[in-house]
């Protein structure tokens, strides 16, 4: 089973002086099971993408299928197809309403109808994935936490639903690094478990290099390239055109083959990244006795 995009064109304010086409004919396949980031600049379609992807927005022209049921047909079945994209949206903790973090976290599997004892094993699987203490913070207000904290409520929340796909807009966006890399490596396990596809929107090339399979860039409102991340950032004229960068990683050992030796620029990891440097340099170290 898996997501379809199909000629999917979306125009903001249609027929008013503000028009804006946002997404023009954008079609691709996301095969369930895989870990798929969306690359562009501020601009480029990627929210509003995503915002299709369940069924919040519907497509000016084209259609998302997901597994096989149009998210915007009539009848009930696109209720299932909606329900099985959990979104987490860009500012989640903005979402936030209930008194408690439990009620909040636990709001959606409320409504999906499971028993209490579901729904308490749901949230606090949910805040172990966010690495919040069950008992600590359970009965606190949300709005009683620091800003990285209500984002990683925000995203339990979703998490508690658990999704097929998940779709994840920024997600590490204003958390701080020790948060953030909790949170990616928390991302990177769930998904390793293989039983969630991932669709993770992101400007961090370093990231989308280390956790997906696969990138799509987006660059007005259309696909540019869809590949391999390893092969899309080697193609530096085409991510500068998209208004992106390559990853520091590859940056820094162009920047080594071009100024101290020549080296293999392949690497796609720091650990064998320094084994690539440090090798190079024992065989010059070797050489010049």
Excluded: C
């Excluded at 562009?40 to 369940?54: P, V, Y």
């Excluded at 172990?128 to 069950?134: I, P, Q, R, S, T």
């Excluded at 948060?179 to 989308?208: C, F, P, Q, W």
């Amino acid at each position: 089973m898996a997501i379809e995009i199909k000629n999917v064109t979306y125009t903001y304010m249609k027929k008013t002086p503000y028009e804006k086409i946002a997404l023009k004919d954008v079609s691709f396949t996301i095969p369930e099971k895989n870990f798929i980031a969306v690359a562009g600049h501020t601009g480029s379609g990627k929210s509003t993408l995503m915002q299709h992807l369940n069924g919040l927005i519907a497509p000016s022209y084209g259609q998302i299928i997901v597994d096989g049921i149009d998210v915007n047909s009539k009848g009930s079945a696109k209720l299932k197809a909606r329900r099985s994209v959990g979104m987490v949206f860009q500012y989640p903790e903005q979402q936030l309403f209930e008194e408690t973090i439990f009620a909040d976290i636990a709001f959606g599997p409320k409504n999906f109808g499971l028993s209490e004892t579901q729904i308490a094993e749901r949230v606090k699987k949910a805040m172990a994935f966010v690495d919040l203490d069950y008992k600590q913070y359970k009965d606190l207000s949300p709005f009683s936490l620091s800003g990285g904290q209500m984002r990683r409520v925000a995203i339990a929340g979703i998490i508690a639903l658990e999704p097929k796909y998940l779709v994840l807009d920024e997600p590490a966006a204003g958390l701080d690094p020790q948060a953030k890399r909790s949170l990616l490596r928390n991302i990177k396990k769930l998904y390793n478990e293989g039983k969630t596809t991932i669709i993770m929107v992101s400007h961090n090339m370093d990231d989308i290099l280390e956790l997906a399979g696969r990138v799509i860039v987006l660059n007005d409102g259309q696909i540019l390239a869809d590949g391999n991340p390893k092969d899309v950032f080697r193609q530096v004229n085409l991510l500068h055109k998209a208004g992106l960068e390559p990853p520091q990683l590859i940056q820094l050992l162009e920047r080594i083959k071009t100024e101290v030796f020549d080296i293999s620029v392949d690497k796609f990891n720091v650990d064998d990244a320094a084994d690539a440097i440090y090798a190079e340099w024992r065989r010059r170290q070797k050489h010049a006795r």
